[in-house]
C-alpha cells in the first residue's frame, strides 16, 4: 500500500510539467482581443506565427510586455461536505520579441514567452494533500526565427524553440509520517513552428501556424522525503532521504487558423481556431534510480494512464480606432478543458472556461502602449477520478490583466 500512494504522488507532481493547459497571455494587445493571431502591427506577432514578422509595417520592431494571472479553485467532497479553496500566489506571465527587415525578402526576430508556468497552493492538510500541497511550475521558451516574402501579400516563416523549464513540488506521504519534495531545475527541450502569412487585400489578414510539441526531458531529478530515516533503505533513498528520477515530458502540438478583417478603416475584427494535441498524454512513465515504487516488470519504473484528449479553442476579437491613436479592444474565447471528470488531478486543476477580454491601447509617434484584462468563466466539474480515489465537485475562477509596450523604431 505504501509504494502505491507514492508511486502516485511522485507521477502527480511531475505530470505538471505537462500543463494540463496552456496559458494564453503571449501579447497584451492579442489578449484584448480574445487572444487572436492575424495582427502583425508590431513584433508581438513573431510568437504567434513566425511568418508574420514579414507584414510588421517597420524595420525594426520591438515589443514587451507582462502579465498578472490570479486564480482561485475550490474542491468539495460530497460526501463530507468539507471544502477547500488554494491560496494562489499572483503568477506573472512575460514576454519579450524584437523583429528586423533584412531586405524586402528576408526578416529575422527572436521571440521570449512563458506559455506554461502557475503556481498552485492548497493547505497543508487538505483532503487531497497526498496528490499536493504547492506545485510550482516555471517554463521558457526561447525562439529564434527567419521569414521569407514571396511577394507583397504572401510569406512563409520558421522558427527554432529551444524550451527551458523547472518544478518545485511538496506533498505529503501519510502513511510514513512526512512530505515529499519533486524537483527539477534543468528540464529541457526543443521543437520547431512553422506558418504562413496572407495579405491577399488590404482587408484581409490570414495567420496559418503550427507549433510543434516540445518534449521536456527530465534529467536530473531530485525526490527528497522528508520521513524517518529508518525508512531510508527499504526505499532505496541516500543518507539525505533522496533518490533520482527521469521522465520524458511532451508539450502538445498546436495548430491556429486566424483572420482579421477591417470591416471599415478605423473597425477590424478577428478571429482564431486553435485546436491541441493533448492526446499524447495517453500515459506517462518514470524511472528511478533506485525506489522500487513502479508497476512494471523492472519496479523502478512507473506507468500511469492518462487519457487526455484534444482539445480546441474558438476565439473573436475586435479593434475600433476612436482617433489615429486610441484604440479600444473587445473579445471572446471558449477554451476547452483537455480531460474529462474522470481524469480530473488537483495539481493542473482544468475547467471549460468561457473567457471575456478587453483593452485599449494608445501610440505616442512610434512608442505604443497597450493595456487589456480577462475574466474566466470556467465550467463546474463533478470530480470522479478513480485512479486517484478522489471525488467531489470542483470550481474555479480567474482573473488576468497585462501591460505590454512596442516600439517600431523606423
Not at 183 to 203: H, I, V, W
Not at 248 to 260: C, K, R
Amino acid at each position: 500500500m505504501k509504494r502505491i500512494l507514492i508511486t502516485t504522488a511522485l507521477l502527480a507532481g511531475v505530470m505538471t510539467y505537462a500543463g494540463g493547459f496552456r496559458v494564453s497571455l503571449q501579447g497584451v494587445k492579442q489578449l484584448a482581443m480574445a487572444h487572436t493571431s492575424a495582427h502583425a502591427e508590431d513584433a508581438s506577432v513573431a510568437f504567434f506565427n513566425p511568418a508574420g514578422i514579414s507584414f510588421i509595417p517597420n524595420k525594426l520592431s520591438v515589443a514587451v510586455g507582462a502579465f498578472g494571472a490570479k486564480s482561485e479553485v475550490e474542491y468539495q467532497n460530497l460526501s463530507t461536505l468539507q471544502s477547500y479553496k488554494t491560496d494562489n500566489p499572483l503568477g506573472t506571465p512575460l514576454y519579450a520579441a524584437i523583429a528586423y527587415k533584412v531586405n524586402n525578402t528576408i526578416s529575422v526576430g527572436v521571440s521570449v514567452t512563458t506559455p506554461f508556468g502557475s503556481t498552485v497552493k492548497w493547505d497543508d492538510n487538505w483532503a487531497g494533500n497526498e496528490m499536493v500541497q504547492k506545485m510550482e511550475l516555471k517554463s521558457f521558451y526561447f525562439q529564434p526565427m527567419v521569414s521569407f516574402k514571396f511577394n507583397d501579400w504572401a510569406s512563409i516563416g520558421g522558427s527554432f524553440i529551444y524550451a527551458k523549464g523547472s518544478v518545485d513540488w511538496d506533498k505529503a506521504v501519510n502513511q510514513l509520517g512526512g512530505t515529499l519534495n519533486i524537483n527539477d531545475e534543468k528540464a529541457s527541450g526543443t521543437g520547431f513552428g512553422l506558418g504562413f502569412y496572407f495579405r491577399p487585400s488590404d482587408k484581409l489578414d490570414v495567420s496559418i501556424a503550427y507549433r510543434s510539441p516540445v518534449i521536456m526531458k527530465a534529467k536530473n531529478g531530485t525526490a527528497t522525503f522528508n520521513i524517518s530515516s529508518a525508512l531510508y533503505p527499504n526505499l532505496g533513498l541516500n543518507a539525505q532521504g533522496q533518490d533520482a528520477f527521469t521522465a520524458n515530458l511532451p508539450l502538445v502540438e498546436e495548430y491556429t487558423l486566424g483572420f482579421t478583417y477591417k470591416v471599415t478603416p478605423k473597425w477590424l475584427v478577428s478571429a482564431d481556431f486553435n485546436y491541441h494535441g493533448w492526446e499524447r498524454y495517453n500515459k506517462l512513465t518514470l524511472d528511478f534510480a533506485n525506489a522500487p515504487v513502479g508497476n512494471q516488470t523492472d519496479l523502478t519504473v512507473q506507468t500511469t494512464p492518462k487519457n487526455f484528449k484534444n482539445s480546441k479553442t474558438f476565439r473573436f476579437g475586435t479593434q475600433y480606432m476612436f482617433t489615429e491613436k486610441f484604440a479600444g479592444r473587445l473579445g471572446y474565447y471558449y477554451d476547452e478543458s483537455p480531460y474529462k471528470d474522470e481524469n480530473f488531478i488537483p495539481e493542473t486543476p482544468s475547467f471549460n472556461a468561457s473567457v471575456f477580454t478587453g483593452g485599449i491601447g494608445y501610440k505616442f509617434g512610434k512608442f505604443g502602449v497597450d493595456l487589456a484584462a480577462a475574466l474566466s468563466f470556467p465550467e463546474s466539474r463533478d470530480v470522479r477520478n478513480a485512479y486517484y480515489n478522489f471525488y467531489g465537485q470542483a470550481k474555479a475562477k480567474s482573473l488576468y490583466f497585462g501591460l505590454g509596450l512596442s516600439y517600431n523604431a523606423f
